[in-house]
Nanobody, 121 residues
Framework: QVQLVESGGGLVQPGGSLRLSCVAS????????MGWYRQAPGKQRELVAR????????YPDSSVKGRFTISRDNTKNTVYLQMNNLKPGDTAVYYC??????????????WGQGTQVTVSS
């Protein structure tokens, strides 16, 4: 069994910072693209940032460019999202996503359980 476990959400004041972590665990052969999505109340889930195995990154949402940084540690099968200068509009449930192959070379499109980020004074 393979799974993703997230941590690091919480309540923060505007202008503050949070760091999200997501660990892939289980019978993992390889972890390929990893990413963070978010879903605000009443809105669709949207991609925040993605990173491939060699560290190339993509931030489709222009509102987070310069404030959020995605990174990964391949030795720990972990992806991070450093969020700085947080704004109330960043309030959402954040989900980790990863493309994982197990030792049977079966591919899995995994999702974490979600972690709440609330930006409020």
């Amino acid at each position: 069994q393979v799974q993703l476990v997230e941590s690091g959400g919480g309540l923060v004041q505007p202008g503050g910072s949070l760091r999200l972590s997501c660990v892939a665990s289980g019978s993992i052969f390889s972890v390929n693209d990893m990413g963070w999505y978010r879903q605000a109340p009443g809105k669709q889930r949207e991609l925040v940032a993605r990173i491939n195995r060699i560290g190339d990154t993509n931030y489709p949402d222009s509102s987070v460019k310069g404030r959020f940084t995605i990174s990964r540690d391949n030795t720990k099968n972990t992806v991070y999202l450093q969020m700085n200068n947080l704004k109330p509009g960043d309030t959402a449930v954040y989900y980790c996503n990863a493309a994982v192959a197990d030792y049977g070379l079966v591919s899995h499109d995994l999702w974490g359980q979600g972690t709440q980020v609330t930006v409020s004074s």
